[in-house]
């Protein structure tokens, strides 16, 4: 065990051409995955209080609960991973600081006591993790005394029983912390676990999926899996599978049939596909593959242990390659491939991002279980359709054009938490091209439309894009699956959205349909995917496109309104396109559409994946009374290994057909 000596907190620093350790580990067996979470743990030891109750991570910034919550949240999440790691039998020689902040934090003498948690307290949350490595990690508990024992019942038992909480996942937090001292024979609540659990499965949905709220809500995004609710039921089912095998046998089907859709969120490489809320949770999204084996779901057909082997692993493999995911000192920061407050939620703290480590939930598993002894299998693309719908999240999925992408309507957040439009209300999400968050109220520089289509009465300051929808349906048109829905940006304003996925003669194109019926006049701009806005050669902004060196747009960057300019416009027609890590574009189909192309040089670090990127674009005004009908081409093409960068634009210059279902739907009007 580590003791309390400087020596052994000694920061880890990074440099200029530092790698941080986690990306230098060999992923292949249980061991190098051990190794690898004590990467992420031992950069925490410099930042321990002093009587070990918190971990004040490196960033200094605030969130809408206490600062004493937020670093609480430092010490109690790494013990997802740590948890894992004790009760698959291994060892780590910082947890007796872990062991003496559970004394310290719930000892109301202490000056260091974590304090009683109140109402919806933030606190709550992190007795979700507490509760776990109660139950599964025996070092814990059988250090305390008496006295330290009762302090754990009254803190973690007795204090969330007695409160209020939110109407979402966060009541799993609660049967865990009850969980956690039932384990160990302290004093719990079952009433409190039975009655959370009942109301709990209010949410569910069918066919494995819950939402993350009651009736009324439509949010079904990674909280529906790897961070919370198909998570923690599998460890239910787990831990409390003997005393409530009814329940635990529910669960585990559940997660059969959930297993089915989510592993379309994953690409060949290894990335999840960046959409909702807590992305920076980063590679916690993959932890549902690893709860899958601790809670011996027997694999519904396709799936193989060494399938979801392979889905854990490579994802952990994409991260080792993101390398500013790190602070100096080695902790995780705030953000997704790079330290970004704009994409933040208001509670994620510095220490928030340490939720990822319930992806090592997998080293809780035997090392005799097959998901470690099998062989580790390449994701199975084979196995599915060039495009997958998926019901209850209100998604399709495509299988073409080198990347992972996702159509989306419907979808909202309980409440419009910063950048919900974005996270939710986009129309495309991609496993390659993350999705990009305002920096601002003004221009569309700071509004950067990835995905989206914005709408401005105002001549250009203020955008509205799709948030909410009346409507949001799955159809099916030539054998094809098509998303339509119906939104109002403006109460005076209607759009009907259909979203069509690629199809196999034009495999990077998806499209998108709008049909606008303006109450007012609006300004709209229409924008493909961001793309990273950066030259090989000297890194400074991309430039007119150079067929030598594939790399460029067309037209040139030179203003987001400038559309009178022969420079940085073109006829709707013809389109835009910026080519760096692949290319992406935006083109209108209909060869006489009044609209105009050009680039949008959005606002650094609006983008969740670049740090600078530029947004291909369609501009048009729309007069009052007037009903418009815009036919969009999307066109995608990552880079990738194996793939040519003279081949990025091989599939511009044939444009996706019109389908003749829709062409009949436009005469319509």
């Not at 400087?6 to 530092?18: E, F, I, K, M, W």
């Not at 024992?149 to 204090?159: C, F, H, I, Y």
């Not at 039975?194 to 709990?200: N, V």
């Amino acid at each position: 065990m580590a003791s309390s000596t400087q020596q052994d907190a000694t920061p880890l620093v990074l440099g200029y051409s530092d790698k941080h350790p986690f990306s230098k580990v060999n992923i292949t067996d249980r061991t190098s995955v051990q190794d690898l979470l004590k990467t992420i743990l031992d950069p925490l030891k410099p930042h321990f209080s002093p009587l070990k109750t918190t971990i004040r991570v490196p960033g200094g910034t605030a969130v809408r609960f206490d600062n004493k919550a937020a670093e609480i949240e430092g010490i109690c999440r790494p013990m997802w991973g740590l948890a894992g790691l004790l009760g698959g039998g291994g060892e780590y020689e910082g947890t007796s600081w872990f062991v003496e902040g559970l004394k310290t934090g719930t000892d109301p003498e202490s000056p260091e006591f974590w304090g009683w948690p109140r109402d919806n307290d933030q606190r709550m949350v992190e007795m979700c993790p507490l509760g776990f490595t109660l139950a599964v990690a025996p070092v814990f508990w059988d250090s305390l005394s008496e006295k330290e024992r009762t302090n754990v019942e009254n803190w973690l038992g007795n204090s969330i029983n007695e409160k209020n909480m939110p109407n979402t996942n966060w009541l799993w937090f609660r049967v865990f912390a009850n969980l956690g001292l039932k384990k160990n024979g302290g004093k719990y609540s079952e009433e409190k676990i039975q009655q959370d659990i009942i109301h709990l499965n209010g949410f569910y949905r069918g066919e494995g999926w819950s939402n993350d709220g009651p009736q009324g809500i439509w949010q079904q995004d990674y909280y529906s899996g790897s961070f919370a609710i198909q998570f923690l039921q599998l460890l239910y089912a787990k831990l409390a599978g003997d005393d409530d095998p009814v329940k635990a046998a529910e669960f585990k089907k559940r997660a059969q049939d959930y297993a089915l859709d989510f592993i379309h969120y994953f690409d060949e490489e290894g990335r999840a596909i960046p959409f909702g809320r807590s992305v920076g949770y980063r590679f916690a999204m993959a932890g549902f593959w690893g709860a899958l084996a601790y809670a011996d779901v027997e694999l519904p057909t396709p799936l193989t242990w060494g399938i979801v082997k392979g889905l854990l692993l490579r994802n952990f493999r994409w991260w080792q390659t993101q390398d500013d995911i790190w602070s100096p000192t080695g902790t995780l920061t705030i953000g997704y491939t790079f330290p970004n407050m704009y994409m933040a939620e208001n509670y994620n703290s510095p220490g928030s991002p340490m939720w990822a480590c319930l992806a090592f939930i997998c080293l809780a598993v035997p090392k005799d279980h097959p998901f470690w002894t099998s062989e580790e299998e390449p994701y199975p693309t084979h196995l599915v359709k060039e495009a997958k719908p998926l019901k209850h999240p209100g998604h399709i999925i495509s299988y073409l054009g080198g990347h992972r992408l996702l159509l989306s309507s419907g979808q909202a957040c309980g409440y419009p938490m910063k950048g919900t439009h974005a996270k939710y209300g986009a129309f495309a999400y991609s496993s390659a091209y993350g999705y990009s968050v305002p920096t601002g109220c003004f221009t569309l520089e700071q509004y950067s439309l990835a995905s989206q289509l914005g709408l401005s009465d105002d001549g250009g300051e203020f955008w509205k894009t799709r948030r909410l929808c009346e409507e949001a349906v799955i159809e099916t048109y030539e054998e094809l699956p098509v998303l339509r829905s119906i939104w109002r940006p403006f109460p005076d304003v209607k759009i009907k959205t259909y979203l069509i996925p690629p199809v196999v003669s034009t495999p990077n194109w998806h499209l998108r349909v709008h049909k606008i019926e303006a109450g007012r006049e609006v300004m709209t701009a229409d924008g493909s995917f961001a793309i990273y806005n950066e030259r090989k050669l000297d890194r400074r902004y991309l430039e007119l496109y150079d067929s030598k060196i594939c790399e460029g747009t067309m037209p040139k960057i030179i203003g987001n309104y400038d559309l009178n300019s022969p420079e940085g416009s073109s006829p709707g027609s013809v389109g835009s396109f910026a080519v760096s890590k692949g290319a992406v574009g935006i083109v209108d189909l209909d060869v006489d559409s009044p609209r105009i192309a050009m680039l949008v040089n959005a606002d650094p670090n609006s983008n969740i994946v670049e740090a600078r990127t530029v947004i291909p674009t369609l501009q048009h005004t729309i007069k009052k009374g007037e009903t418009a009908w815009y036919i969009t081409g999307i066109y995608a093409k990552p880079s990738k290994e194996g793939v040519a960068a003279s081949s990025y634009l091989d599939g511009w210059e044939k444009k996706p057909l019109i389908p003749a279902w829709l062409k009949s739907e436009i005469l319509k009007t």
